[in-house]
């Protein structure tokens, strides 16, 4: 990070509470299950909308505050781990462009969202950190692309890091 970016990082950019923002999801999280009587793939359908109903809210956010837009597919790579650390305090710790497959990869092995978290059997399949699938997936719309995100690997499923797909269609 440049000084311009460690100025505006430490001084401009307002911060979240970590627990503040897991108590929230959390809660979120127990009213969907509560709401869709524990049926895990209709809590995923919510989580998601949930998901892109903050995408615009988070979109402006960012704009007023960063500027940077992703002009093709590829580059919502940068973009979207940039928007990622402002709004969430933490880049992703893997972020790669799969040219092959045209897909965008993001993981993290510490994730903001689901950190010490861990799912019982009752539940098992719920995407916990679904919601950042849906606020990619309509930031993208947002902007004029077509593609999908998807959470395929959750550490609250017992996997080593959170990994979502973004799929250009």
Same mark, same amino acid.
């Given at each position: 990070?440049?000084?311009?970016? *460690? &100025?505006? *990082?430490?001084?401009?950019?307002?911060?979240?509470?970590?627990?503040?923002?897991?108590?929230?999801?959390?809660?979120?999280?127990?009213?969907? $299950?509560?709401?869709?009587?524990?049926?895990? %793939?209709?809590?995923?359908? %919510? +989580?998601?909308?949930?998901? #892109?109903? @903050?995408?615009?809210?988070?979109?402006?956010?960012?704009?007023?505050? &960063?500027?940077?837009?992703?002009? #093709?597919?590829?580059?919502?790579?940068?973009?979207?781990? $940039?928007? #990622?650390?402002? @709004?969430?305090?933490?880049?992703?710790?893997?972020?790669?462009?799969?040219?092959?497959?045209?897909?965008?990869?993001?993981?993290?092995?510490?994730?903001? &969202?689901?950190?010490?978290?861990? &799912?019982?059997?009752?539940?098992?399949? +719920?995407?916990?950190?679904?919601?950042?699938?849906?606020?990619?997936?309509?930031? +993208?719309? +947002?902007?004029?692309?077509?593609?999908?995100?998807?959470?395929? %690997?959750? %550490?609250? *499923?017992?996997?080593? @890091?959170?990994? *979502?797909?973004?799929?250009?269609?």
């Amino acid at each position: 990070m440049g000084v311009k970016g *460690w &100025i505006g *990082w430490r001084f401009k950019m307002q911060k979240t509470s970590l627990n503040a923002f897991q108590a929230l999801v959390a809660a979120i999280i127990d009213y969907v $299950l509560k709401d869709v009587e524990g049926d895990v %793939k209709a809590a995923n359908d %919510k +989580l998601f909308q949930i998901g #892109t109903s @903050m995408a615009e809210t988070l979109l402006f956010e960012y704009s007023d505050s &960063i500027g940077e837009h992703a002009t #093709t597919f590829d580059g919502f790579l940068k973009t979207f781990n $940039l928007a #990622t650390r402002v @709004m969430m305090g933490k880049a992703f710790d893997e972020a790669y462009w799969h040219s092959g497959d045209r897909k965008i990869v993001y993981a993290y092995k510490d994730c903001p &969202i689901c950190e010490g978290v861990k &799912i019982s059997e009752e539940y098992k399949g +719920l995407k916990y950190c679904h919601i950042m699938s849906g606020v990619f997936h309509h930031v +993208l719309a +947002l902007r004029g692309f077509s593609g999908e995100c998807e959470e395929v %690997k959750c %550490k609250t *499923w017992g996997d080593e @890091m959170c990994v *979502w797909e973004l799929r250009e269609r």
